[in-house]
DNA sequence: TTTAATCATGAAAGCGCTTACATTTATTTT
DNA sequence: AAAATAAATGTAAGCGCTTTCATGATTAAA
């Protein structure tokens, strides 16, 4: 390979001037310039990014840290972000934190050792005063999916309790009055304040919560299966289900469907987030449109603006909107 | 950051001592060796892994290439990559080809600038010479999913004939004798092999072949929805209807439903591949595994010991057996 | 003991770039 | 035309490591 010392050779400058045409930040005159890049085409030169870096104290990485690659959740996140970032010659080192404490640490503590420049992070199980912490350091730091107070513009996040207020008001507007609610884990965030939405649509429609239609999941499939049952055996009728995320939609309509209840005639199912597969699903879930994509390619400019002062393209936006997407998994009941 | 130079000045060694110890190749005494530690220890000593691959000539980090960073497919094996690599202390760049050529190309060559010491590609639509060009630089390459002789070593595959044989085989051992076929892309060899696998276990069971029972797709679900469709249009009826991949199965099974067939009824499905949302698909897919989170825990594996000189765990296999997944699509004919 | 062989350590030259500063060359200004 | 200013280019010092080679300290062999 081809270093920059033959290109200036070649060309016949200095250097400092083949370094100078690479980055196109100082002047150079159009000849000396031609000169340069015809050395460089000549060679086939490619500058090596490891030495750029270590001479300029950037990485140009950024570390991506997420659940799960797998699952349906982060796909479309990573892939968006990986777009943006490495149409701006940056790469993305993905990770995963396996929504453990320890792990999502370690999984950080790896992307720093590797000197990312950025960290975009949708960690669950650290706690704030770990994160904060974090940005105190010398990397930049955004947050997906989470909001703490003190690094709000660093924050991107989902309105969660107008997406549970959303899902349940579905329900309301298709006239069903007993709503049973499989909630995520109530020490997570998102959990939570979808909850509130939930009761908040409740109360707005004059419905009473009843605790005994609710139950609290994990966010996993088989929980929305047991938190079906679960909420069967108390023997409280109900016409709508909402979910607090596609998983558990997912695992209530199987295990309704082998109680022999019919979905949606006799039993309306919403989810939340509207995953992937959510369209696979028979009969097709209606669901909120959790815009996770959305929060990633925000991200993703924030940190070419901030980090790598790219000028900005749009203005920012910090909380993002959820929607109904409408299919038909819920009914109108008579 | 504390520097190694440091680190040599408060043990009272020189720098060449310190990277010894970091690198535990070269003998060191005890004392020295517990000097250098204890005063790593007190800097909080991180080695810049930036300084250490222009130094070594080595990045330590692997590039992967994968048709998509979302859906079903890549999740779990970009996950073993990941998870196997990083426990070594490399790291990996993920990058998305999206089955076209140019962009395979792009992203590879962007791989290539990163000064990646291995490729892990799951390459679709660059050409075997391209390949076979690209395995003669100063990077190892390997594949996942697809073989070529020259460079058998480096291929990680599956049976495709094989699975093609057993998803048709199955349908057959359940008393079907009129079964249609939608098949992947036949430019696409695994396409190709899976068909050639249908065929065998019809002509062994002494079933002639229809072309008319046949449609070629593109893997997508719409394309399964359409070939469902078109296969219903040439009025040859036919009892069950393999798939040569799961997200047809799913469009197909959404189409026939649509037309008020019921499923497994009077209509058996058999996909391919196993993706995570077969068994949420209603009712449950019968389908074909297709190892390709083995295959990516081979690669990553095979990438330690032979870029990073680890000593082998185990034998390789480049050769992987897909087996049959028995659920609920697929049922006994009377 | 003397000599050779072995082991532990240090000195210093890179790895391929960036960038502050110095120098040269071209352009204005008076 | 000389002096002042601006623009283009070069020089060289790092960035934080690895690694070869040389040297000094030990140990083993004679």
């Known amino acids: 390979m081809a270093t920059i010392y033959e290109v200036s050779k070649a060309a016949g400058v200095s250097l400092a001037t083949v370094s100078r045409v690479m980055n196109g930040n100082a002047r150079v005159s ?11 085409d000549e060679l086939g030169y490619k500058p090596n ?4 870096s270590l001479a300029s104290n950037r990485s140009n990485s950024v570390g991506l840290l997420v659940s799960a690659l797998h699952g349906s959740f982060f796909g479309n996140m990573m892939s968006t972000v990986e777009d943006v970032l490495r149409n701006a010659g940056k790469h993305v080192i993905i990770t995963a934190g396996h929504s453990d404490e320890q792990q999502e640490k370690d ?4 992307l720093l050792d590797r000197r990312c420049d950025a960290l975009i992070l949708h960690a669950e199980a650290v706690s704030d005063e770990y994160l904060l912490e974090l940005s105190k350091r010398d990397v930049e730091v955004v947050l997906i999916n989470r909001r703490i107070e003190e690094m709000a513009e660093h924050c991107f996040y989902t309105d969660n309790e107008l997406g549970g207020y959303l899902a349940t008001k579905a329900a309301i507007d298709a006239g069903h009055t007993s709503i049973a609610y499989i909630s995520g884990p109530l020490f997570k965030q998102d959990a939570t304040e979808r909850l509130q939405g939930h009761k908040r649509a409740l109360s707005e429609a004059g419905i009473k919560f009843n605790p005994q239609l ?4 994990g966010f996993h499939e088989d929980e929305g299966a047991q938190g079906y049952l679960d909420l069967v055996a108390v023997n409280q009728p109900f016409t709508a289900l909402v979910c607090a995320n596609d998983e558990m939609a997912s695992g209530a309509m199987t295990a309704a469907r082998e109680q022999g ?17 959510a369209r696979y699903l028979y009969p097709k879930l209606t669901t909120i449109d959790n815009p996770i994509q959305k929060m990633g390619n925000e991200a993703a400019h924030w940190v070419l603006e901030h980090v790598y002062k790219q000028k900005k393209t749009s203005a920012h936006t910090n909380l993002f909107a959820p929607k109904l997407v409408v299919r038909d998994s819920l009914m109108e009941i008579k």
Chains 1, 2 share one sequence.
Request: glycine share 4%; proline share 2%; charged share 30%.
């Open 30 to 40: 159009d000849r000396t310039r031609d000169k340069v890049l015809k050395a460089m």
């Open 49 to 52: 990014s490891i030495a750029q």
């Open 107 to 110: 999984a950080i503590e790896f």
């Open 214 to 217: 609710m139950v609290e999941g």
């Open 261 to 277: 209840v019919l979905i949606p005639e006799q039993l309306s199912v919403v989810g939340f987030d509207d995953v992937l597969f």
